[in-house]
C-alpha cells in the first residue's frame, strides 16, 4: 500500500522507492519516495515519514526501483528524513521479522518494532564525533562531505548537523565520512554522577481517593497499583505494567494523590548490580562431555541443529551452557542465551561475565532506558558477542550466531502476550535456523512439543539423569489437605508437617522456600447471604484483596477500591474472606515463626528497578531465612543452603479451564522441588494439595517426566490437542456483547465456507473470561493439521485487511494459554 494524498497531477517521479512497516495495527507496509538526497537509504534504516497527520518512524523493509501503482489523482508521499547513515538492521533481522509477522498474523510493523534500537520513537541520543584521523583528510573543498566533517567541532546529531550546514541530506554523507573512519557515532553521555529516575508512592488522600466511584479508570489503576506495591513504583514500571503511553502523575501530584521521589538508579552499566559468586570451571561429567561434544561437531559443521537437553534439576545444564559459549566464540561466533524470568538474568549473566568479561550484554526491560540503548549497541557494533536476557534479547542484533540457548524452555513466560505475539523459543529455533546454528533447549521438564520432536527424531535428545557429584534428587511428600482439614479446621494453612520442617530446618541453620502460585492476601470476598463473591465492575472475574484484605483488586484490569463492607448484589452485610495469596502467607509465617527472617518474592514487591537483584542477594548471603512467593522462586536459582521446598494450594491450577493446565502444574512442582538439596545436606519437598491422586501430582511427587508425558499424550491423543496438532485462538472484542458476537460469528462463518479438510473450527462461543476490562470477549478456536497451516493464516491474514475487524480481532497462533 502507498502513502498518497490526493492531487490533479499524476504519481510523482523519484530515483527509488521505499516500502516502510510503520507502528501500526495495520496489515501492510507502505510505499514512499526516496529523495534524491537520501541516495544512500537501504532496507534496515529507520526513517521518518507523514501518514495523515502525524510523523512517524518506521525502518526501510525494501527499496524498489519502479514506482507503486497508484489510483488516478494521487502522488506519492516522500520520506522526510533517514535517522541511520547505516542500516541498524541486516537481512538476517529483517527476514526474520518479515516471518514473526507472517506466522503469528501480526502487523509488519509492529513485528518490526522490537528489532529496533531502544531509542526509537524519541529524541535523538545518537552524536557524531569527529576523529583525530579526520585532520589530515582530503575531501573536496565546499562539498557536503567536507562541510560536515569541518561542522563537527563538536558532538553533534544529524539533525543539528543538517542545521549547520544547511542541508537535509547528511546521512549519504555521514555514512561516507564513518565507512572512512573519519566519523564515529556515539551515544550521548548521559552526564557525571549516579542517575536518578523518578518514581511515584500513593499519599493517604490517595489511599481515600480509591474508596471513591468516581475516579476515571486510568487514575483508578495507577492509584490501584501503587497502594499495593511495597515501595515507590518508577513512572516506566507503572506505564509499562498498564499500558499507558503517558500516565496522569502531573495531575495526580497536584491534587495530593501520590508523591513524586528520586530513586537512585544504579550505575550506568547493570553490570554493576551482580552478584553471583566466584565460581570456578567445574570439570565435566561424562554425561556433560557427551552433550558438549555433540555441540561441538555441529558447530564446527557450521550445521543447524536442535538439541533438546533433558536434565534433571541440579544436573549440570548451565556448564554445558558456559562450555557452548567458549566453543563458539572459538570459532568467531557470537551466542544469544535466554531465560524465562528477569530475576533469572543476574546469575547467568554473572557467571557469563566471570567467564568472558566485557564480550558479554545483558537485554531485558527492567534495564533503564539508557543501560539497555547502551547494551544494544554494544551488541550491535560487535562489542559484544554474548547477549543474554528474558523473551525479548531473542530480537538482540546478534551478527555470525553459532549458539542459542533456550534455558527453561517449556516456560509460557516465552509467549508475549501483546501483538505479535509471538514465542521466544520458536523464534529462536527459526532464528538459529537461517544462520547455521547450533540451539539448545535445555529443561527438566521439557514441553510436549520440543520432547515430542525429540523422540520423533526431529530434534536431537540429550539426557543429564543424574545430579552433579551424584547428589540425590530431594525427597518428596503429598500432603493431603483433606486430612489436615479434618484434624486441624478448615482454616488451616500450614499444615502440621510444614510447621515442623520449617521449624527444624530453620533451627539448623539452612534455608527454606515456600511457593504459592497467586498473589494478594485473599482470593475471594463472598456473601454469606447470597453467595456471590465481589467481582470486578469491568471483567467477569472475583477481586483480589491486598494489604491485608483492605484493598480489592483486579488482576486483570488492574481497577481497584476499598475492600466493599456490602454486597453489591444483595446488599449483605456479612461478607467472609475466602482463599489466600503470598500476603497472607508472608504475614502468616512471620507470626508462626518470630524468630526467623522471612521475605516475600511476588508482583507487588519486585516492582523496583533492582529488586530482583537485591532481594536474591540477600537471600544467597544467608541474610533471609525464608523465602515466600509465586512461581518467579521455582527455576533457576541455585542455593545450596535450601534444603525445605513446601508448596501450598498446589492443585490451584488444575481448575483452570485449559487443556495444558496438568502439564503447568506437573512442570512447576517438579522444578520447585529441584531448588532444594542443591548442596551437601539432602533436601525434602512438602506439597500440600486437596487432590494427591492427581496424576500430574502423583508424577510430580516421583519426579518421574517420562510416566508424567505418557499419561498426558494419550489425554492430548484422544481429544486431538498439541503436539499432534496446531492450535490458533481468535477472540473478538466489543464494547457491546452483541456487537462482539456478530463479529464473531461473521469470522467463524468464513472459515468454515473455506472447508478446510482436517480443520475444526469450534466456536463462537465466549471467552473464560468473557469481559476484561470493559470489553466482550468471544472466542474461536481452530484446530489445524500442520499442512493446512499456512492457508489458515492466509486466510487469517485476509480477514484482518478489514480495517474495522482488525480492531476488534486478536489472533494468537500456538497459545499458551486459552482463558
Same mark, same amino acid.
Given at each position: 500500500?502507498?502513502?498518497?494524498?490526493?492531487?490533479?497531477?499524476?504519481?510523482?517521479?523519484?530515483?527509488? !522507492?521505499?516500502?516502510?512497516?510503520?507502528?501500526?495495527?495495520?496489515?501492510?507496509?507502505?510505499?514512499?519516495?526516496?529523495?534524491?538526497?537520501?541516495?544512500?537509504?537501504?532496507?534496515?534504516?529507520?526513517?521518518?515519514?507523514?501518514?495523515?497527520?502525524?510523523?512517524?518512524?518506521?525502518?526501510?523493509?525494501?527499496?524498489?526501483?519502479?514506482?507503486?501503482?497508484?489510483?488516478?489523482?494521487?502522488?506519492?508521499?516522500?520520506?522526510?528524513?533517514?535517522?541511520?547513515?547505516?542500516?541498524?538492521?541486516?537481512?538476517?533481522?529483517?527476514?526474520?521479522?518479515?516471518?514473526?509477522?507472517?506466522? !503469528?498474523?501480526?502487523?509488519?510493523?509492529?513485528?518490526?518494532?522490537?528489532?529496533?534500537?531502544?531509542?526509537?520513537?524519541?529524541?535523538?541520543?545518537?552524536?557524531?564525533?569527529?576523529?583525530?584521523?579526520?585532520?589530515?583528510?582530503?575531501?573536496?573543498?565546499?562539498?557536503?562531505?567536507?562541510?560536515?566533517?569541518?561542522?563537527?567541532?563538536?558532538?553533534?546529531?544529524?539533525?543539528?548537523?543538517?542545521?549547520?550546514?544547511?542541508?537535509?541530506?547528511?546521512?549519504?554523507?555521514?555514512?561516507?565520512?564513518?565507512?572512512?573512519?573519519?566519523?564515529?557515532?556515539?551515544?550521548?553521555?548521559?552526564?557525571?554522577?549516579?542517575?536518578?529516575?523518578?518514581?511515584?508512592?500513593?499519599?493517604?488522600?490517595?489511599?481515600?481517593?480509591?474508596?471513591?466511584?468516581?475516579?476515571?479508570?486510568?487514575?483508578?489503576?495507577?492509584?490501584?497499583?501503587?497502594?499495593?506495591?511495597?515501595?515507590?513504583? &518508577?513512572?516506566?514500571?507503572?506505564?509499562?505494567?498498564?499500558?499507558?503511553?503517558?500516565?496522569? =502523575?502531573?495531575?495526580?501530584?497536584?491534587?495530593?494523590?501520590?508523591?513524586?521521589?528520586?530513586?537512585?538508579?544504579?550505575?550506568?552499566?547493570?553490570?554493576?548490580?551482580?552478584?553471583?559468586?566466584?565460581?570456578?570451571?567445574?570439570?565435566?561429567?561424562?554425561?556433560?562431555?557427551?552433550?558438549?561434544?555433540?555441540?561441538?561437531?555441529?558447530?564446527?559443521?557450521?550445521?543447524?541443529?536442535?538439541?533438546?537437553?533433558?536434565?534433571?534439576?541440579?544436573?549440570?545444564?548451565?556448564?554445558?551452557?558456559?562450555?557452548?559459549?567458549?566453543?563458539?566464540?572459538?570459532?568467531?561466533?557470537?551466542?544469544?542465551?535466554?531465560?524465562?524470568?528477569?530475576?533469572?538474568?543476574?546469575?547467568?549473566?554473572?557467571?557469563?561475565?566471570?567467564?568472558?568479561?566485557?564480550?558479554?550484554?545483558?537485554?531485558?526491560?527492567?534495564?533503564?532506558?539508557?543501560?539497555?540503548?547502551?547494551?544494544?549497541?554494544?551488541?550491535?557494533?560487535?562489542?559484544?558477542?554474548?547477549?543474554?536476557?528474558?523473551?525479548?534479547?531473542?530480537?538482540?542484533?546478534?551478527?555470525?550466531?553459532?549458539?542459542?540457548?533456550?534455558?527453561?524452555?517449556?516456560?509460557?513466560?516465552?509467549?508475549?502476550?501483546?501483538?505479535?505475539?509471538?514465542?521466544?523459543?520458536?523464534?529462536?529455533?527459526?532464528?538459529?535456523?537461517?544462520?547455521?546454528?547450533?540451539?539448545?533447549?535445555?529443561?527438566?521438564?521439557?514441553?510436549?512439543?520440543?520432547?515430542?520432536?525429540?523422540?520423533?527424531?526431529?530434534?536431537?535428545?540429550?539426557?543429564?539423569?543424574?545430579?552433579?557429584?551424584?547428589?540425590?534428587?530431594?525427597?518428596?511428600?503429598?500432603?493431603?489437605?483433606?486430612?489436615?482439614?479434618?484434624?486441624?479446621? &478448615?482454616?488451616?494453612?500450614?499444615?502440621?508437617?510444614?510447621?515442623?520442617?520449617?521449624?527444624?530446618?530453620?533451627?539448623?541453620?539452612?534455608?527454606?522456600?515456600?511457593?504459592?502460585?497467586?498473589?494478594? !492476601?485473599?482470593?475471594?470476598?463472598?456473601?454469606?447471604?447470597?453467595?456471590?463473591?465481589?467481582?470486578?465492575?469491568?471483567?467477569?472475574?472475583?477481586?483480589?484483596?491486598?494489604?491485608?484484605?483492605?484493598?480489592?483488586?483486579?488482576?486483570?484490569?488492574?481497577?481497584?477500591?476499598?475492600?466493599?463492607?456490602?454486597?453489591?448484589?444483595?446488599?449483605?452485610?456479612?461478607?467472609?474472606?475466602?482463599?489466600?495469596?503470598?500476603?497472607?502467607?508472608?504475614?502468616?509465617?512471620?507470626?508462626?515463626?518470630?524468630?526467623?527472617?522471612?521475605?516475600?518474592?511476588?508482583?507487588?514487591?519486585?516492582?523496583?528497578?533492582?529488586?530482583?537483584?537485591?532481594?536474591?542477594?540477600?537471600?544467597?548471603?544467608?541474610?533471609?531465612?525464608?523465602?515466600?512467593?509465586?512461581?518467579?522462586?521455582?527455576?533457576?536459582?541455585? =542455593?545450596?543452603?535450601?534444603?525445605?521446598?513446601?508448596?501450598?494450594?498446589?492443585?490451584?491450577?488444575?481448575?483452570?479451564?485449559?487443556?495444558?493446565?496438568?502439564?503447568?502444574?506437573?512442570?512447576?512442582?517438579?522444578?520447585?522441588?529441584?531448588?532444594?538439596?542443591?548442596?551437601?545436606?539432602?533436601?525434602?519437598?512438602?506439597?500440600?494439595?486437596?487432590?494427591?491422586?492427581?496424576?500430574?501430582?502423583?508424577?510430580?511427587?516421583?519426579?518421574? !517426566?517420562?510416566?508424567?508425558?505418557?499419561?498426558?499424550?494419550? =489425554?492430548?491423543?484422544?481429544?486431538?490437542?498439541?503436539?499432534?496438532?496446531?492450535?490458533?485462538?481468535?477472540?473478538?472484542?466489543?464494547?457491546?456483547?452483541?456487537?462482539?458476537?456478530?463479529?464473531?460469528?461473521?469470522?467463524?462463518?468464513?472459515?468454515?465456507?473455506?472447508?478446510?479438510?482436517?480443520?475444526?473450527?469450534?466456536?463462537?462461543?465466549?471467552?473464560?473470561?468473557?469481559?476484561?476490562?470493559?470489553?466482550?470477549?468471544?472466542?474461536?478456536?481452530?484446530?489445524?493439521?500442520?499442512?493446512?497451516?499456512?492457508?489458515?493464516?492466509?486466510?487469517?491474514?485476509?480477514?484482518?485487511?478489514?480495517?474495522?475487524?482488525?480492531?476488534?480481532?486478536?489472533?494468537?497462533?500456538?497459545?499458551?494459554?486459552?482463558?
Amino acid at each position: 500500500m502507498s502513502a498518497a494524498k490526493s492531487s490533479s497531477s499524476a504519481a510523482s517521479s523519484f530515483p527509488r !522507492y521505499a516500502r516502510v512497516a510503520l507502528p501500526l495495527p495495520l496489515v501492510q507496509t507502505f510505499s514512499y519516495g526516496v529523495p534524491r538526497a537520501l541516495d544512500a537509504l537501504a532496507p534496515g534504516c529507520r526513517v521518518k515519514v507523514r501518514f495523515g497527520p502525524r510523523i512517524l518512524i518506521g525502518c526501510v523493509v525494501q527499496i524498489e526501483d519502479a514506482a507503486p501503482t497508484l489510483p488516478p489523482g494521487t502522488k506519492i508521499l516522500p520520506i522526510l528524513a533517514s535517522l541511520d547513515p547505516v542500516p541498524v538492521l541486516g537481512e538476517e533481522l529483517l527476514s526474520l521479522a518479515e516471518w514473526i509477522a507472517d506466522y !503469528y498474523v501480526a502487523p509488519p510493523g509492529e513485528g518490526l518494532r522490537g528489532f529496533l534500537p531502544p531509542d526509537t520513537g524519541r529524541a535523538e541520543t545518537v552524536l557524531y564525533r569527529r576523529k583525530p584521523e579526520a585532520a589530515g583528510a582530503s575531501l573536496r573543498e565546499g562539498s557536503l562531505r567536507a562541510r560536515v566533517l569541518s561542522a563537527l567541532e563538536k558532538p553533534m546529531t544529524s539533525r543539528a548537523l543538517a542545521r549547520a550546514v544547511g542541508s537535509r541530506a547528511v546521512s549519504g554523507a555521514l555514512r561516507f565520512l564513518v565507512d572512512a573512519g573519519l566519523v564515529e557515532r556515539v551515544e550521548k553521555a548521559s552526564g557525571g554522577g549516579i542517575p536518578r529516575i523518578w518514581a511515584a508512592a500513593i499519599t493517604d488522600k490517595g489511599r481515600q481517593a480509591l474508596e471513591s466511584d468516581v475516579l476515571k479508570a486510568t487514575t483508578a489503576r495507577v492509584l490501584t497499583l501503587l497502594a499495593t506495591a511495597t515501595d515507590a513504583v &518508577p513512572l516506566k514500571t507503572i506505564r509499562s505494567e498498564l499500558g499507558l503511553k503517558q500516565g496522569p =502523575f502531573r495531575t495526580l501530584t497536584k491534587r495530593d494523590y501520590i508523591r513524586l521521589v528520586k530513586q537512585e538508579a544504579l550505575a550506568q552499566s547493570p553490570w554493576s548490580r551482580l552478584s553471583s559468586p566466584e565460581e570456578e570451571a567445574l570439570t565435566p561429567t561424562p554425561d556433560q562431555r557427551q552433550v558438549i561434544s555433540q555441540i561441538e561437531r555441529s558447530m564446527a559443521l557450521r550445521q543447524f541443529s536442535v538439541m533438546v537437553l533433558y536434565g534433571v534439576t541440579g544436573s549440570g545444564k548451565t556448564e554445558i551452557y558456559l562450555r557452548a559459549v567458549e566453543a563458539a566464540l572459538a570459532t568467531g561466533r557470537g551466542s544469544l542465551l535466554l531465560v524465562p524470568e528477569i530475576a533469572l538474568t543476574p546469575r547467568l549473566a554473572g557467571l557469563l561475565r566471570q567467564r568472558f568479561q566485557s564480550q558479554v550484554a545483558i537485554l531485558h526491560s527492567a534495564l533503564g532506558s539508557g543501560e539497555r540503548r547502551d547494551e544494544w549497541w554494544r551488541i550491535r557494533r560487535g562489542e559484544a558477542r554474548v547477549a543474554v536476557g528474558a523473551r525479548a534479547a531473542v530480537l538482540a542484533p546478534l551478527e555470525r550466531l553459532g549458539l542459542i540457548v533456550v534455558d527453561e524452555e517449556q516456560e509460557g513466560s516465552y509467549k508475549q502476550e501483546e501483538t505479535p505475539r509471538y514465542n521466544a523459543r520458536d523464534v529462536a529455533i527459526k532464528r538459529a535456523q537461517a544462520a547455521g546454528a547450533v540451539i539448545v533447549l535445555g529443561s527438566a521438564t521439557p514441553s510436549l512439543e520440543s520432547y515430542t520432536h525429540a523422540v520423533e527424531g526431529r530434534y536431537r535428545l540429550a539426557r543429564l539423569p543424574e545430579r552433579i557429584a551424584g547428589r540425590p534428587l530431594a525427597s518428596v511428600r503429598l500432603i493431603d489437605m483433606k486430612e489436615v482439614v479434618r484434624q486441624e479446621g &478448615p482454616e488451616t494453612i500450614l499444615s502440621q508437617p510444614l510447621r515442623e520442617a520449617i521449624e527444624a530446618r530453620t533451627s539448623a541453620g539452612e534455608q527454606a522456600l515456600v511457593l504459592l502460585n497467586r498473589r494478594g !492476601y485473599a482470593t475471594q470476598l463472598v456473601c454469606r447471604e447470597c453467595g456471590l463473591a465481589a467481582n470486578c465492575n469491568e471483567c467477569s472475574v472475583a477481586l483480589t484483596l491486598h494489604q491485608k484484605g483492605r484493598l480489592a483488586v483486579c488482576h486483570y484490569c488492574g481497577l481497584g477500591r476499598s475492600t466493599p463492607t456490602r454486597c453489591d448484589m444483595c446488599s449483605g452485610e456479612y461478607l467472609h474472606q475466602r482463599g489466600y495469596g503470598t500476603e497472607r502467607v508472608e504475614e502468616l509465617l512471620k507470626a508462626t515463626f518470630p524468630q526467623i527472617r522471612v521475605s516475600r518474592m511476588d508482583r507487588d514487591t519486585m516492582r523496583r528497578k533492582g529488586s530482583y537483584e537485591g532481594l536474591l542477594s540477600r537471600f544467597a548471603a544467608g541474610e533471609i531465612d525464608l523465602l515466600v512467593g509465586t512461581q518467579m522462586l521455582a527455576k533457576g536459582h541455585d =542455593f545450596p543452603a535450601v534444603t525445605l521446598v513446601g508448596v501450598l494450594a498446589a492443585d490451584v491450577g488444575l481448575g483452570v479451564p485449559d487443556f495444558r493446565a496438568a502439564e503447568r502444574t506437573f512442570q512447576l512442582l517438579t522444578q520447585v522441588s529441584g531448588r532444594a538439596g542443591r548442596g551437601s545436606r539432602a533436601g525434602e519437598v512438602l506439597i500440600q494439595t486437596f487432590c494427591p491422586e492427581h496424576y500430574a501430582l502423583r508424577h510430580a511427587s516421583a519426579q518421574d !517426566y517420562q510416566a508424567f508425558y505418557e499419561e498426558e499424550m494419550s =489425554f492430548r491423543r484422544a481429544l486431538r490437542y498439541p503436539p499432534g496438532i496446531y492450535i490458533i485462538n481468535l477472540i473478538v472484542e466489543g464494547a457491546e456483547m452483541s456487537a462482539a458476537t456478530r463479529q464473531a460469528r461473521r469470522v467463524a462463518e468464513e472459515l468454515n465456507r473455506a472447508r478446510l479438510a482436517g480443520v475444526e473450527v469450534l466456536g463462537p462461543a465466549f471467552a473464560a473470561r468473557s469481559k476484561v476490562a470493559g470489553r466482550y470477549r468471544c472466542q474461536i478456536l481452530l484446530k489445524v493439521p500442520r499442512s493446512r497451516h499456512r492457508e489458515v493464516r492466509r486466510r487469517i491474514h485476509a480477514l484482518m485487511e478489514d480495517p474495522e475487524l482488525s480492531k476488534l480481532l486478536t489472533v494468537d497462533v500456538d497459545p499458551t494459554t486459552l482463558h
